[in-house]
Nanobody
Framework: QVQFVESGGGLVQPGGSLRISCVAS????????MSWYRQAPGKERQLVAS???????NYADSVKGRFTVSRENFKNTVYLRMNILQSEDTAVYYC????????WGQGTQVTVSS
């Protein structure tokens, strides 16, 4: 059974940083590209960042230069390092396999506010 457990969210001031994590299970993690998504209140879920098996990364324009996605295959974990956070980054963040219709995890709430 494919599962994702996101963690590390919280309340952070504008301009601050946070690193969130996602532990995956139920499949061979090292063989799949992974993606981070977010959903802000009243908005549709959007793709934020992706990382391929080889470690190639891609980002939404809104986070490019501020966010960094990485992975540790031996921990079945994908990370999202978020710098220079803005109020517009407030959302619930989720991970899943890229281009797969996996069930969503519970997500981790990131709130950027002073």
């Amino acid at each position: 059974q494919v599962q994702f457990v996101e963690s590390g969210g919280g309340l952070v001031q504008p301009g601050g940083s946070l690193r969130i994590s996602c532990v995956a299970s139920g499949f061979r993690f090292s063989a799949f590209a992974m993606s981070w998504y977010r959903q802000a209140p009243g908005k549709e879920r959007q793709l934020v960042a992706s990382i391929t098996v080889a470690g190639t990364t891609n980002y939404a324009d809104s986070v490019k230069g501020r966010f960094t996605v990485s992975r540790e295959n031996f921990k079945n974990t994908v990370y999202l390092r978020m710098n220079i956070l803005q109020s517009e980054d407030t959302a619930v963040y989720y991970c899943k396999r890229t281009n797969y219709e996996d069930n969503w995890g519970q997500g981790t709430q990131v709130t950027v506010s002073s």
